[in-house]
């Protein structure tokens, strides 16, 4: 994190990125209101749907993230971010929350590429590869789990995060 906020903290870069993502945050409600009532497969009803929890969550996670910083004046880091993952009963909100904000970012790029790919790769249809980004999703969000809670170790989470 260290290393990468030197790009995506330098104000330039994230004036632009907090700008795409309400661009994202505008243009996906709008999508989904408008293809809510035309999507009929499974991977346009992907689509829609994981736009909007992403649309949601954005909301939620960068106000959040901007309300720590800027309200409550604490460093946004790594505790900041798994504190509540790492305590009960908080854990039964940030759990779901997060592990449907990654497995909704692998849908909806699955749901995309199922639209636009033409080819086959390795005899697979375009369809079994984005089934394969959707479910690479699920492992990829346990992963990221046990680092950020280290089942095993546990995670000393300095006072000011709790
Ligand atoms: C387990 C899941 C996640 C955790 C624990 C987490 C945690 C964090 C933390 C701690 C920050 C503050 C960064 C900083 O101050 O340097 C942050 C910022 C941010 N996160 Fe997440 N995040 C998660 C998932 C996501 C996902 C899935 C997305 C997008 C699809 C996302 C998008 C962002 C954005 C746009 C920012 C704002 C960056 C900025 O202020 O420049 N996050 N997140």
Wanted: net charge positive; glycine share 6%.
């Amino acid at each position: 994190m260290n290393l990468l906020r030197q790009v995506y903290r330098n104000p330039f870069v994230e004036i632009v990125l907090l700008c795409a993502v309400l661009v994202q945050i505008i243009s996906g409600l709008k999508l989904f209101r408008i293809n809510r009532s035309i999507a009929k497969s499974n991977f346009e009803q992907l689509h829609i749907w994981t736009g909007l929890y992403l649309a949601v969550f954005f909301i939620i996670h960068v106000s959040a993230v901007l309300g720590g910083r800027f309200l409550l004046h604490l460093d946004t880091n790594f505790y900041f971010g798994v504190a509540g993952l790492n305590a009960f009963p908080s854990n039964i909100f940030f759990i779901p929350y997060y592990a449907l904000a990654i497995i909704s970012f692998f849908g909806h790029v699955a749901s995309v590429h199922s639209k636009k790919m033409k080819r086959t790769i390795f005899g697979l249809t375009a369809n079994r590869q984005a089934e394969i980004i959707f479910v690479f999703g699920i492992p990829f969000a346990v992963l990221i789990f046990y680092g950020l809670t280290n089942h095993f170790r546990g995670i000393d989470i300095p006072e000011a995060y709790n």
